[in-house]
């Protein structure tokens, strides 16, 4: 199993859980490459549900190449320095954008 579908497999353990109460959002991740897919991650008043495929109103859609999802889930990418450097594209609500790191326990 490649480090992508794994981390999504575990994704409810890796939600901070006091920093999604209150939180209502959908994540789309759409990860290219050979390891990519496509992923969404859902909030619900402090629940999580995620899934593959396309999220029907995702708040905020995340595309990254698998080598760079790797590298910003294990804490050797920043996700800032990702976007600057047009390795993380997001559309979307940006500050769910700015939460990314404390919400999924990245690093």
């Known amino acids: 199993m490649s480090q992508v579908a ?4 575990r994704v409810p353990e890796r939600v901070n859980k006091e920093k ?6 959908t994540y789309q991740f759409n990860i290219g490459g050979q390891a990519g897919g ?3 991650v859902k ?5 999580v549900s995620h899934g593959d495929g396309l999220a029907d109103t995702p708040n905020i859609t995340l595309t990254i190449e698998d080598e760079n999802f790797v590298s910003l889930i294990t804490g050797k990418l920043n996700g800032q320095t990702a976007f600057l450097t ?4 997001i559309q979307g609500d940006m500050s769910l954008a700015m939460k990314l790191q404390s919400v999924f326990a990245l690093g």
Do not use: I, R, S, T
């Open 6 to 9: 794994e981390f999504f497999d």
């Open 20 to 25: 999604v109460q209150g939180m209502n959002a």
């Open 38 to 40: 496509q992923h969404w």
């Open 43 to 47: 909030f619900v008043d402090g629940e």
């Open 86 to 89: 047009g390795k993380l594209k």
